[in-house]
């Protein structure tokens, strides 16, 4: 149980956190919204200990473990290899390792036997904390995680550096998963990750026995995993007992009733007004007048909640006329180092009118494609046509990070118009994208992500075009920024190709989509929910298309190997299972013994030989370990096995 009491924090003149007063129950999966800067992250930090209250505190159990997925990897972890970075889960066990090895040091050198024997105890003592912890298999479960999560073994001594930012975020995954926390507290999760990574953290997550805090803009992951929202707004924490849809529609109540309240009560209070105002001067009033003054000293303010939305509305101009078909790719191939093709005789016709969504995996080439049709690419052979009097407006995920920082909004986006482009003109496409009056003179150093973001679509609109191709346009916009730009793309007349990992984002505004599998790709004429259900019928079609396709002839050959196979498989299943169950039996036994020399070393009296327990408890480290390495192969091994026996059966 975690409780904010009465805190208060600033920074500069922003008031982020107001007098807050909250408390977080275990067990609880809460979702914290609220617009980009309210004070979300800083309520992690406030739990961490990296941020301090300027009043109030913080009361939370002594020695929580706490799980905590940031929205970056700290530095050090760029040149550190995948497996190392992931085995340092529980940095306890690092910190009890040095005093272990520091001891173990002042003993070859001590030569007082009293002396000694105080330290041989408290090595002992440390010696039960570290197995206490885990650390004799934390390797080995780095090992197994990663290897759940989809990275090859010869993945593990890799530079984190070497990785894309969807497999570093798998990789903080598998670190928080085997640092058995007791809180998960996960910032953006999702950032950077493809769609079938954030559908396979949702499913993950789903099984995840702890308590939960979910900072997040991504609508999907909060209507999946959470059953509390925790607005940050304005200053203040407001709780909603329910997940992202009954917060929406429980706030958009909340908020009809309290603007109602309010206006009664300025009704009554502009009554006692005037009537105070009236008859103050009577002296057969008085006592009334003075009761007035009371019940309006004793009315309180009734505040509605502030708006989630940024100032200002996305309006996307209308598109000029083109041509019907837009683009045409013809045997287009594209080869980054000469060897693999990323893309390989790739065909696609785009028409006028056409919305699509690019998904796949990280690394199937979806960039490589956008940029391919927005003609930003030379690729290795092949052809790109546009289509009569197509205007493209290209956004590259990168574009936002390189604005000048010295220039302003306008500065930008005058840069970017063609010469006719008239004053008003720039300032009503400014106005478009939430940059009104002031906000168009702010310089870009000052703007957050998500106005870099819209800055950047004004810049595209300025030449309005009739063929928008956007990569993770969703980047840095929070959730009222993402519906905003969601409701123009799907009012948008014109033509669109994008790629994003907002899962509801893709579903509400993609009419069609394409998926990565490289080095082509798949169309699919129909929305998100339309692919992933053709995308299941398929598996289960191909597999009755080959039954089909099947003679009687192979059926049976087919059989006997399946036979064959099922007789040798149970063979091995059979051997398996012993040595699991032996290694087991000797674990147990090691582990007891290690438990009983640990208490021999705590207790002991004069005449223990601390000397010779101290190097058996060495020695039933190194059987532990080695015991546990064979355990863990043997049980891959048999969980293989055991999912060829059922693959067998069920065909």
């Known amino acids: 149980m975690i409780d904010f009491l009465n805190i208060y924090k600033a920074y500069g003149g922003q ?54 997925l940031r929205q970056q990897l700290p530095e050090f972890a760029a040149e550190t290899s995948l497996l190392d970075f992931t085995a340092e889960a529980v940095p306890e066990i690092a910190r009890l390792a040095e005093k272990i090895h520091r001891l173990e040091h002042q003993l070859a050198e001590e030569s007082g ?82 769609l079938p990574a954030v559908e396979w953290l949702a499913r993950f997550l789903t099984g995840f026995q702890c308590t939960i805090m979910l900072i997040s803009h991504d609508r999907y992951l909060l209507k999946a995993l959470t059953s509390i929202t925790l607005e940050i707004n304005g200053g203040k924490a407001t709780r909603y007992s329910g997940d992202y849809n009954f917060y929406m529609r429980e706030r958009e109540v909340r908020t009809r009733t309290l603007e109602a309240a309010r206006k009664t009560q300025d009704r009554k209070r502009e009554q006692l007004e005037r009537s105070i105002e009236r008859f ?55 080869s980054y180092d000469g060897g693999s093709w990323i893309l390989k005789d790739v065909d696609l016709s785009i028409a006028r009118g056409e919305k699509f969504a690019i998904v796949g995996y990280n690394g199937t080439g979806k960039t490589t494609l956008l940029r391919s049709l927005a003609g930003q690419l030379q690729t290795t052979s092949g052809k790109r046509v546009l289509g009569h009097k197509v205007v493209c407006g290209y956004q590259a995920q990168e574009f936002a990070e390189i604005l000048p920082p010295e220039a302003s909004a306008f500065d930008v986006v005058r840069s970017a118009a063609t010469g006719d482009a008239t004053y008003s003109w720039l300032r009503s496409i400014l106005g478009s994208f939430g940059f009104s009056g002031d906000a168009a003179d702010k310089p870009c150093k000052v703007l957050s992500g998500g106005e870099k973001i819209r800055l950047c679509f004004a810049r595209i609109f300025v030449n309005p075009p009739n063929f928008l191709v956007l990569d993770e346009p969703t980047t840095h916009l929070d959730i009222a920024a993402r519906e905003a730009l969601q409701q123009a793309l799907a ?115 004069p005449d223990t030989d601390f000397a010779a327990v101290s190097t058996r408890l060495n020695e039933i480290k190194k059987a532990i370990e080695k015991t546990t390495a064979a355990w863990e192969a043997h049980a891959l091994a048999l969980d293989e096995i055991e999912t060829q026996y059922s693959q067998i059966h069920k065909n």
């Open 113 to 194: 036997n009293e002396n000694k024997d105080k330290l041989l105890r408290e090595l002992g003592h440390l010696q039960t904390q570290f197995e206490h912890l885990g650390a004799y298999r934390i390797r080995h479960q780095a090992e197994a995680a990663l290897s759940g999560l989809g990275f090859a073994e010869k993945d593990f001594i890799r530079p984190l550096r070497e990785f894309s930012g969807g497999w570093q975020m798998r990789a903080a995954l598998a670190r928080v998963l085997i640092a058995d926390a007791e809180l998960l507290m996960l910032d953006e999760p999702s950032n950077y990750l493809d």
């Open 491 to 605: 009012n948008y007349q014109g033509t669109f190709c994008l790629v994003s990992h907002d899962l509801e984002f893709v579903r509400n505004c993609a009419e069609t989509i394409i998926a990565m599998s490289p080095p082509g790709l798949t169309r699919y004429y129909g929305n998100y929910d339309y692919y992933r259900e053709k995308l299941a019928a398929s598996a289960t079609t191909v597999q009755q298309t080959e039954e089909i396709q099947v003679s009687e002839d192979t059926r049976k050959v087919r059989r006997k190997e399946r036979a064959e196979r099922r007789s040798k498989l149970t063979g091995e299943k059979k051997r398996l299972e012993k040595l699991v169950r032996d290694s087991e039996k000797l674990l147990e036994k090691l582990e007891e013994e290690q438990h009983e020399l640990a208490e021999t070393m705590s207790s002991g009296t």
């Open 280 to 334: 103050r001067s009577k002296n057969t009033k008085a006592a009334q007048v003075q009761s007035w003054i009371k019940s309006l000293d004793r009315m309180e303010d009734i505040d509605t909640p502030d708006s989630l939305h940024f100032t200002g509305s996305i309006t996307i101009p209308p598109p000029p006329a083109s041509g019907r078909e837009i683009v045409r790719l013809e045997k287009v191939s594209h």
């Open 15 to 68: 008031e982020l956190l107001k007098d807050v007063s909250l408390r977080i129950n275990p067990g609880e999966r809460i979702g914290i919204v609220g617009p980009n800067g309210a004070g979300k992250t800083t309520l992690f930090g406030l739990i961490t200990g990296e941020v301090s209250p300027d009043k109030g505190k913080v009361a939370m159990p002594q020695g929580l473990r706490i799980g905590y």
